[in-house]
């Protein structure tokens, strides 16, 4: 068993409350294949024991989850805001910050409701008292570096899009109707009911539009 390992800011008011580990992964695909990353996340709770926490309650059904602008509600993240504002947290521990956010907003949040009710924020290498100025102005500039990272990445997957656009090599889902052939070019697909379902959708709408054509009788005939 691990001895704890005590620490100059965290107090007895802190240890009598419980931690709080919060785990997240971007998207499915992360969770799915970077396992790793999963187990060092999980591992905090260790760490917390090691900081002589003995109630630690590990929160990852965020996993999955963005935490980028505009993304589905994180119910684990809300869940942790809901518990530091009633007074039952000593820490919330995350392997790095960009797991606990990646808005500005999110973070500002969860800095906001800590420096209230006096709860501790930690990550694998450090512990930060939000009631001291020098941990508030660290803490600001790993949130902003953690949204910033963000946007750069996003920055440079569309370059790489728009790169691949212009040399033709950029494959995206097909429309309905469409394949791709040996070649990997697109074309109309061999499927007969697929071409005339979609021949009978178009001709339906120049017929309602008031606009049969001798093409569009036909076509509505022999998909009848």
Not at 78 to 89: C, H, K, L, P, T
Not at 195 to 212: H, N, Q
Request: with cysteine.
């Amino acid at each position: 068993m691990n001895e704890r390992q005590p620490h100059s800011k965290i107090s007895l008011e802190h240890l009598q409350l419980k931690a709080i580990v919060y785990l997240r992964q971007s998207s499915p695909k992360q969770v799915n294949q970077n396992l790793e990353s999963q187990r060092l996340q999980y591992a905090m709770a260790e760490h917390a024991k090691q900081l002589g926490f003995t109630q630690v309650e590990t929160i990852d059904c965020d996993l999955g989850k963005s935490a980028s602008v505009g993304s589905p509600d994180r119910k684990g993240f809300d869940y942790v805001i809901s518990s530091v504002a009633q007074g039952e947290v000593g820490i919330v521990l995350g392997r790095e910050v960009s797991r606990l956010s990646r808005t500005d907003k999110d973070w500002c949040h969860l800095l906001e409701v800590c420096q209230i009710f006096n709860t501790l924020i930690g990550d694998e290498d450090h512990v930060y008292d939000l009631s001291q100025i020098d941990d508030q102005l660290v803490l600001g500039i790993k949130g902003t570096m953690s949204v910033v990272e963000l946007k750069v990445l996003k920055m440079r997957l569309l370059r790489g899009q728009e790169e691949k656009a212009r040399r033709g090599e950029m494959l995206k889902r097909l429309p309905t109707g469409y394949e791709r052939d040996m070649d990997g070019n697109a074309v109309i697909t061999a499927d007969t009911r697929v071409r005339e379902a979609i021949t009978l959708v178009f001709t339906t709408k120049d017929i309602l539009r008031g606009k049969p054509t001798n093409r569009t009788r036909r076509s509505f005939a022999v998909t009848i």
